[in-house]
C-alpha cells in the first residue's frame, strides 16, 4: 500500500495506477522506490505521506544497484 500526500488513506498501487489509466506493461515497469518494505515514491504520485518534507527541506534519495 502507499499513501500519496493528495489522499486520506493509503491505496493499493494498482488501484492508483488504475484511476490514472496506467495498466498492462506500462504498469509492470512502473516505477517505484521502496525502503525494506515500505514504499516512499512512485512515479507520477511523489513522496508518500510518511516522507514527506519537513519545513523547506526537500527529500534525497540515492539509488544502489546491488548484483
Not at 30 to 58: C, H, N, R, T, Y
Amino acid at each position: 500500500r502507499f499513501w500519496p500526500l493528495h489522499t486520506k488513506e493509503p491505496k493499493k498501487i494498482k488501484e492508483l495506477l488504475q484511476d490514472r489509466h496506467i495498466v498492462g506493461d506500462c504498469k509492470k515497469l512502473w516505477p517505484v522506490i521502496v525502503a525494506g518494505d515500505e514504499v516512499i515514491w512512485v512515479k507520477g504520485l511523489g513522496v508518500g505521506q510518511k516522507f514527506q518534507s519537513q519545513g523547506s527541506d526537500g527529500i534525497v534519495v540515492r539509488l544502489i544497484e546491488s548484483d
